[in-house]
C-alpha cells in the first residue's frame, strides 16, 4: 500500500514538473513580465513619474568650439480616467560658463474631439492651446506609448537594486520605424517646425531602452531611453551644414514612476477656470452674432 502511494506521489510530482515546465508557469520572461506590468498598470487611475533629460554635448562651426549641457526636469501628475495631466519643473541650460533656467507648467486633457493645453512659461499668464481633431489621445499614459514602442526586449539574468527596490531589467530598442512615422505626422502637423526630420535615416538608428520592474509588484519603476543616436542621426541629415561638427556623450531621458493610487484627483487652478469661462462666454457671443447675422 505504501509502496503504491509512493509511485503514485511520484507519478503525480513528475506530471506537475512537466506541466510547468511546458506552460512556463512559475518562469519569468520579458513577454510574462511586460503582460503582468500592463495589467498591473490598468488598474491605476493616478500616479506620479519624475521626468528628466540630460544632454552632454560639444559643438564645433568654422573653427569655435562649444560646449552644451541641457536638460529638463519636470514632475507628472496623472489621472487616467478622466484624462488629466499636469506638469511643473523647469528646462536648463548651461553654456559658457552661464547657466540659463526656465520654469515651465502646463495642464493638457481631452475634451472630445479636441485636446486642450494649458501652459505657463516663467511667471507670465496662463495660455491655452487647441489640438482640432488629433490622432491620439493626450500623453496621459506614456508607459503605454513607451511600451508599445519597444522591441526585442530581453530580461537580464541578475535583478538590480533600484532606490531600495528589487527590480528586474529589461532591455530593448525602440521600434525607429514607429517613430519615422510619428516624424512624418508632426511634419504634416508643423510643416517647418518639423521639416529637420524630413531626411533622417532611421534605418541607421538604434535607440536603447531599459526597463525597471519592480520585483514585488510588478509595476514600473524606472523606464530609460538614451536618445543620442537620434540626435546623431539628425544632425547627419542636416545637409546645409557641412561645417558643423556634433560630439554627444549623451542624451538620456528617464522617466521615475511612484505614488500609484495615491494623487487622488487633478484639480485646475481659479486662472484656468477663468480662462474656461472666457472661452464659454467669447464662444456664446459669437454664435449669437452669426444667429443675429442670419436673421438680419
Known amino acids: 500500500m505504501k509502496k503504491n502511494l509512493w509511485k503514485y506521489g511520484c507519478t503525480l510530482l ?17 513577454e510574462s513580465l511586460m503582460n503582468s506590468m500592463s495589467e498591473n498598470m490598468s488598474k491605476v487611475n493616478d500616479y506620479k513619474i519624475d521626468m528628466s533629460a540630460d544632454l552632454n554635448a560639444s559643438g564645433s562651426m568654422s573653427g569655435v568650439t562649444l560646449d552644451v549641457q541641457a536638460g529638463l526636469d519636470i514632475a507628472l501628475q496623472l489621472n487616467v480616467e478622466p484624462q488629466i495631466l499636469y506638469a511643473d519643473g523647469n528646462i536648463w541650460f548651461k553654456t559658457l560658463g552661464m547657466e540659463q533656467k526656465i520654469d515651465v507648467a502646463s495642464y493638457s486633457m481631452k475634451e472630445d474631439p479636441d485636446i486642450i493645453n494649458y501652459f505657463q512659461i516663467g511667471k507670465s499668464e496662463w495660455k491655452r492651446n487647441t489640438i482640432t481633431n488629433p490622432e491620439n489621445d493626450p500623453d496621459v499614459n506614456i508607459y503605454n506609448e513607451l511600451t508599445d514602442l519597444s522591441v526585442n526586449l530581453e530580461l537580464e539574468d541578475h535583478t538590480s537594486q533600484l532606490e531600495d ?7 530593448g530598442l525602440l521600434d ?9 505626422s508632426l511634419y504634416d ?8 526630420y524630413k531626411d533622417v535615416n532611421w534605418a541607421e538608428i538604434e535607440i536603447p531602452i531599459e526597463f525597471y520592474v519592480s520585483k514585488k509588484e510588478k509595476m514600473p519603476v524606472k523606464i530609460s531611453v538614451e536618445l543620442k543616436p537620434l540626435l546623431m542621426g539628425l544632425m547627419k541629415s542636416i545637409d546645409d551644414q557641412k561645417d558643423l561638427s556634433i560630439n554627444c556623450d549623451h542624451l538620456t531621458l528617464n522617466f521615475i514612476y511612484s505614488s500609484f493610487g495615491e494623487i487622488g484627483t487633478i484639480s485646475l487652478p481659479q486662472e484656468i477656470k477663468d480662462i474656461q469661462t472666457e472661452k464659454t462666454s467669447e464662444a456664446m457671443n459669437s454664435e449669437t452674432e452669426n444667429i443675429t447675422t442670419k436673421t438680419i
Open 14 to 30: 513528475a506530471g506537475s514538473i512537466l506541466i510547468l515546465n511546458i506552460t512556463g508557469c512559475g518562469k519569468v520572461t520579458a
Open 165 to 171: 527596490i528589487e527590480c528586474y531589467k529589461l532591455k
Open 176 to 184: 525607429t520605424n514607429a517613430l519615422r512615422k510619428m516624424a512624418d
Open 189 to 196: 502637423q508643423f510643416d517647418e517646425a518639423a521639416n529637420i
